[in-house]
């Protein structure tokens, strides 16, 4: 891979029209001053004063997030949210980004899922304390589940991916359900043209026939639901095999700082990550890499050249601390450059 074939690859990024569905939460950022701590008077605790905040798409949001500056044409969000502030400020903050919300189906029967973070004030920085968590904790109807999958179908002979982001641990608790998942399997027979590609953390071993990437921990468990120890890379990559064999469609095992192994039944190589120095935040890193792989591989990169342009984005938003970072096309270009020879065998 060459400068050349990695602007070929970027260039294509704003022809293409990317459907996100699945579980988009709401990140709430709290800035906390500690020198304007205040003893309260009714509980004699600390009561933290917040002196800045700031909110923006997170999960799902943060691939959505990650395509808009990666200049792809044209997004559109679906996923189901409450009727609350919070998808107030979710929906401002995906309007913004310029992405379609029209599909989304709101109903004052859910809450919108929100990490809220509180970030306390340090020398020259911020540290997370205890983040709070808004979740559903009750299924997701079947009115509910109708309803997102008749909006699918509709929305899918105008895209050319659909990136399928399933947050939420608790077990149909969240938009990609059973049911779903199920529904999901089959279109993506039904529509070869359209990529498919999932990210789960609880269940990335109930897919099938989609592109999936799970990191080591999410592979092994996929394969041994009981494995509680380290997961070394060989073993890692076994499983990986054994994955792809189940989902019908390759696999992009995610390998921290070694890089990225797309396994597709054509031997493994991994494609490494540039070195990174200094502070990093890793929270969000994983979608940022989905964005960069989907973008590419509709643009008409090799599961490989995919990998590489992952591995960049990551290099870029792990470095934007406090914030789940982006990574812009000439963002990705540059770091290509200073690390060309790298991928010179890619």
């Excluded at 890379?233 to 499983?239: Q, R």
Aim: aromatic residues 4%; charged residues 25%; glycine residues 8%.
């Amino acid at each position: 891979m060459d400068r050349t074939r990695l602007h070929e690859i970027l260039s294509q990024y704003p022809n293409h029209r990317i459907l996100v569905f699945g579980d988009f939460f709401l990140d709430r950022y709290l800035v906390i001053d500690p020198a304007l701590d205040e003893i309260s008077l009714e509980t004699g605790k600390t009561a933290y004063q917040v002196t800045a905040k700031r909110s923006q798409p997170g999960a799902a949001g943060t691939v959505v997030n990650n395509l808009r500056a990666l200049e792809v044409g044209h997004i559109t969000a679906l996923t189901v949210i409450g009727d609350d502030g919070e998808g107030y400020e979710l929906r401002q903050g995906l309007t913004r980004q310029g992405v379609n919300i029209d599909s989304i189906l709101i109903t004052p029967d859910r809450f919108t899922p929100t990490y809220t973070k509180p970030m306390r004030k340090t020398n020259g920085g911020e540290e997370e304390m205890n983040r709070q968590d808004i979740k559903n904790r009750v299924p997701l109807t079947e009115a509910m589940e109708t309803e997102l999958l008749k909006r699918l179908d509709a929305l899918l002979p105008a895209v050319d991916a659909v990136i399928i982001a399933d947050q939420v641990q608790e077990r149909d608790c969240g938009v990609i359900t059973g049911r779903v998942r199920g529904t999901l399997a089959r279109l993506a027979t039904e529509h070869p043209r359209i990529l498919f590609f999932a990210d789960s953390r609880e269940r990335i071993g109930e897919f099938h026939n989609v592109l999936v990437k799970p990191n080591r921990f999410e592979t092994v468990k996929a394969i041994h639901p009981g494995h509680r120890d380290e997961c070394p890379t060989p073993f890692a990559l076994e499983c990986a095999e054994t994955l792809r064999k189940r989902t019908g469609r390759p696999v992009f095992l995610t390998l921290d700082k070694e890089g990225i192994c797309p396994v597709s039944g054509q031997g493994q190589t991994i494609i490494p990550c540039p070195p990174v120095t200094g502070p990093i935040d890793i929270v969000g890193a994983g979608d940022s890499v989905t964005a960069g792989i989907v973008s590419s591989l509709i643009s008409g990169a090799q599961l490989t050249e995919a990998a590489v342009i992952g591995n960049l984005v990551a290099s870029i938003t792990i470095r934007q601390l406090g914030t789940t970072g982006t990574a812009t096309r000439q963002q990705v270009q540059d770091a290509f450059d200073a690390h060309e020879s790298l991928y010179a065998h890619v």
